[in-house]
């Protein structure tokens, strides 16, 4: 498991600055307070492909964490192992029914939707099929995931406090907005995913202060 190989000073993060994946584990690093490297890895040019990364992810995907001389895959399993190792902060709630909630939202998003939209998807789509494709299924999920959230839903989806699953909704809200899905129908979750992008842990995880963010979108977004 441990291997001396992988025991850097700072647990290092393999990231694409837009992946909403790795976005989840960039917020809740920085909510933890865990300070970390970024190595970016550009999907665009195929670097989740290289036999270099790919070893250290079979899947060719980001997220990769190295941390305590492990590597580890898959956002949520990684988001798990640091709220194991590092409780403080917790992103999960105590109690077990807020729990099951949380873990419900953050399903609906990592595992019924980023999973058919992701880029691997829609290259096999096709140019004709992904707009089209990405809108239906980004808003099929957002009408349940409103309807959830006008019963749970505080300053944020679960209540007041700041969740996994609030984690996993900034990502797929800049996701849809990216494909131009239309929002206006899903007011809670529009709110909510504002509110969160006031906080810093949220700010400093967005895809245009990432260090691979290219500098034109920097500055369109005024991001210095
Ligand atoms: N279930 C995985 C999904 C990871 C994933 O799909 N990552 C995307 C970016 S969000 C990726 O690297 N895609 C590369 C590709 O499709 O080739 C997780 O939660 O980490």
Redesign the pocket.
Known sequence: MSNPQYHHEKPVLYS?FR????WRVRTVLNWKGIDYEIKPVN?VK?E?KAPEYSKLNP?????TLIIDGLVL????AIIEYLEETRPEKPVLPKEPGKRALVRSLVLAI?SDT??VT????LNYLGDDRKEEWTKYWMSYIFEGIEKQLKEVADDYCVGNEVTLADICLVPQVFNANRFKVDLTPFPIIQRISDKLLELEAFKKAHPFRQIDCPSELKSKNNIT
């Open positions: 694409y992946s909403s994946c790795a999907l195929e989740q899947l060719k995907e980001v997220p895959t898959q956002s949520l990592a980023q999973p992701n880029l691997r998807i």
